[in-house]
T-cell receptor
Framework: GAGVSQTPSNKVTEKGKYVELRCDPI?????LYWYRQSLGQGPEFLIY????????DSGLPNDRFFAVRPEGSVSTLKIQRTERGDSAVYLC????????????FGEGSRLTVL | GENVEQHPSTLSVQEGDSAVIKCTYS??????FPWYKQELGKGPQLIID?????GEKKDQRIAVTLNKTAKHFSLHITETQPEDSAVYFC???????????????FGPGTSLSVIP
C-alpha cells in the first residue's frame, strides 16, 4: 500500500506478557518514528530511527521498551512485562527527510493490557 | 527538553465562524512548527507548517502565525465547516537542515467542534 501500515490494529494482552507491534513505513522513507497516544492526549515521542540506527531514543519510558529497524525499513516496537499503564495507541510515522519535515502516520496499534 | 502547550483544549464554533488555537513552546532552538489534524480512529495528518524564518503562512482557509520572540504560534481557520471537526495538534521541532530534523514534540490537542 501507499501509506504507513501498522499491525496488529488491536492487541489485548494480560499484565506481564510480551508484545510486539510492527510498522511498515512508506517505501523510501528513511526516518521512522514511534509515538504513544493515551486517550485525550497528544502523541508522546518514544524513539526515532534514521536508517537502521536509533537517532534518538530519549522518549522510551524504561528498559521494558525496545525498538528495532534491522534493515532500515520495517520496525518493531517490543514491550516486555506489560503493565496496565502501557495501554494506549502506539502510532508509527515515517518521513522522507530529504524533502520536508512532514510525518506520515499510520492508524496505530491499540494496546490494551488487562 | 522541548515542551509544547496548547489551548483551548476544546473549542466549539458555529459553521462559518472562525476558530483560533494557540500554542507556546519552550525551546528557543525550535524552528519548525507543524500543525496536525486527527480524525477519530486515524493517525494525525499534516495540514500546514511554518518555519521560523517566516512570520505567517496561509493556505486557503487555514493560516498560521509565529512570534519567535514570545515563543507563540497560532492556527486560524476561517469559514469553518462541519468537516473541520477533529482534534488539532500543534508541534515543534528543530530542523538542523532541509534534510535533518530532530524529534517532533506535540501539544496536548484541541478538540474542535463545528456546529452546523
Amino acid at each position: 500500500g501507499a501509506g504507513v501500515s501498522q499491525t496488529p490494529s488491536n492487541k489485548v494482552t494480560e499484565k506481564g506478557k510480551y508484545v510486539e507491534l510492527r510498522c511498515d513505513p512508506i517505501s523510501g522513507h528513511t526516518a521512522l518514528y514511534w509515538y504513544r497516544q493515551s486517550l485525550g492526549q497528544g502523541p508522546e515521542f518514544l524513539i526515532y530511527f534514521q536508517g537502521t540506527g536509533a537517532a534518538d531514543d530519549s522518549g522510551l519510558p524504561n528498559d521494558r521498551f525496545f525498538a528495532v529497524r534491522p534493515e532500515g525499513s520495517v520496525s518493531t516496537l517490543k514491550i516486555q512485562r506489560t503493565e496496565r499503564g502501557d495501554s494506549a495507541v502506539y502510532l508509527c510515522a515515517s518521513s522522507n527527510r530529504g524533502r520536508s519535515g512532514e510525518l506520515f502516520f499510520g492508524e496505530g496499534s491499540r494496546l490494551t493490557v488487562l | 527538553g522541548e515542551n509544547v502547550e496548547q489551548h483551548p483544549s476544546t473549542l466549539s464554533v458555529q459553521e462559518g465562524d472562525s476558530a483560533v488555537i494557540k500554542c507556546t513552546y519552550s525551546d528557543s532552538a525550535s524552528n519548525y512548527f507543524p500543525w496536525y489534524k486527527q480524525e477519530l480512529g486515524k493517525g494525525p495528518q499534516l495540514i500546514i507548517d511554518i518555519r521560523s524564518n517566516v512570520g505567517e503562512k496561509k493556505d486557503q482557509r487555514i493560516a498560521v502565525t509565529l512570534n519567535k520572540t514570545a515563543k507563540h504560534f497560532s492556527l486560524h481557520i476561517t469559514e469553518t465547516q462541519p468537516e473541520d471537526s477533529a482534534v488539532y495538534f500543534c508541534a515543534a521541532s528543530i530542523g538542523r537542515s532541509r534534510t535533518s530534523y530532530d524529534k517532533v514534540i506535540f501539544g496536548p490537542g484541541t478538540s474542535l467542534s463545528v456546529i452546523p
